[in-house]
């Protein structure tokens, strides 16, 4: 359902995002998250890693409707997670 998650920060050719509604913060398994939905791309969400190493996270992509649980933004970053290298803070090669 969602697209493969995109590692690192916004590129800088999209300019500045504008995000609609307030920002959910989660913390899973030990780690605060922020994730925003973009107002002028339904579907699309960006997850900050706040509690992270570096300024870092990635970008999930689906369908505008329905909107991503809880429980699904969870998973995500269970996935995420599982792959960053300890020593690095960066996902693994």
Do not use: C, K
Request: no cysteine.
């Amino acid at each position: 359902m969602w697209d493969a998650a995109e590692p690192g920060l916004v590129p800088e050719h999209l300019g500045t995002i504008r995000y609609q509604g307030e920002p959910v913060l989660l913390t899973v398994d030990g780690q605060d998250f922020r994730v925003r939905t973009r107002a002028e791309e339904p579907g699309v969400y960006d997850f900050d890693w706040l509690s992270g190493p570096h300024e870092y996270g990635f970008t999930l992509s689906g369908p505008a409707d329905p909107v991503m649980s809880r429980i699904e933004m969870e998973q995500n970053i269970r996935d995420f997670l599982a792959g960053i290298d300890p020593a690095t803070g960066y996902l693994a090669d």
